[in-house]
């Protein structure tokens, strides 16, 4: 299984600088993207501190004998555990240099990552920052948000119409950073062939609707052009967040990559 990806951020129309950051490496199957918070450019050192670290970890890992830091879920495999495992690293980090360093105290960020090896794919994810998949003509959100609204709706104590106009709706119930230890949440599963994965901060999703993102997905052959479109409803809708989107269209094999390549070179 192939990746064809691109990523993008951006700053938006209202926020000061850009607190977002993700990794893209296609070759590897590694995809990231982290919402940092706590303001005075902190949040920008969180959410590049939690790319770095899981990026490496996983480079450093991942085919290697597995470092499992935490509980290793037999129900999961050791790829899985290995991204939990860059999690938590990448927390104890975050926590630790905002201990050392009083300007950045209170630092935090969202973060989700996958990996994709042959046709499974990995997920490990905390806070608001979410990954959908994208098959046969529908879209899924495949990560849950740690939201306060998000436990409320869970518990039926409010419905989701009310959690999409709340404006609680940004309130995290967990984020890398926030303490020692971070509940990291894990899934697997089979991808194939046609398929295509978004991972956004909530400048794309508390922006633009998910039949929205599955039109232009949709109706794109180009992972760069998707993601340009995208920011720019964003910040067509307003643009009151950072804004960070990788898209990724799968291909069982190298061909597609080729001739994706080949194309790119053609149309410029």
Not at 227 to 253: E, F, P, Q, W
């Amino acid at each position: 299984m192939k990746l064809v990806a691109e990523g993008r951020t951006d700053q938006g129309l209202v926020r000061l600088n850009n607190e977002d950051n993700y990794c893209l490496d296609a070759d590897g199957g590694v995809l990231v993207v982290a919402d940092g918070m706590g303001g005075h450019a902190s949040g920008e050192v969180a959410s590049k501190m939690a790319v770095d670290v899981i990026q490496r970890f996983l480079s450093e890992t991942v085919g290697a004998d597995e470092r499992i830091i935490g509980a290793y879920r037999e129900e999961y495999s050791k790829i899985t555990n290995t991204i939990g495992s860059a999690i938590r690293l990448a927390n104890m980090a975050i926590y630790e240099a905002a201990q050392k360093n009083p300007s950045w105290r209170g630092m935090g960020t969202t973060l989700s990552a996958v990996v994709l090896d042959k046709g499974r794919l990995s997920i490990g994810h905390v806070g608001d920052s979410r990954v959908y998949l994208v098959r046969a003509g529908d879209i899924m959100q495949i990560t849950d948000d740690h939201t306060l609204v998000r436990e409320q709706v869970k518990r039926d104590m409010m419905t989701q119409e009310e959690a999409d106009t709340s404006e609680m709706k940004h309130v995290l119930t967990r984020a890398l950073g926030a303490a020692s230890e971070v509940m990291v949440d894990l899934d697997e599963l089979t991808v194939t062939d046609g398929d295509a994965l978004v991972l956004c901060t909530d400048g794309l999703s508390g922006m633009v609707s998910d039949d929205d993102i599955l039109s232009v997905v949709l109706s794109c052959d180009d992972p760069a052009a998707a993601c340009g479109r995208l920011i720019d409803m964003a910040n067509g809708n307003g643009g009151r967040d950072n804004c960070t989107v990788i898209v990724a269209y799968l291909h069982k094999s190298g061909w597609f990559s080729s001739l994706f390549s080949f194309l790119k070179w053609f149309r410029r």
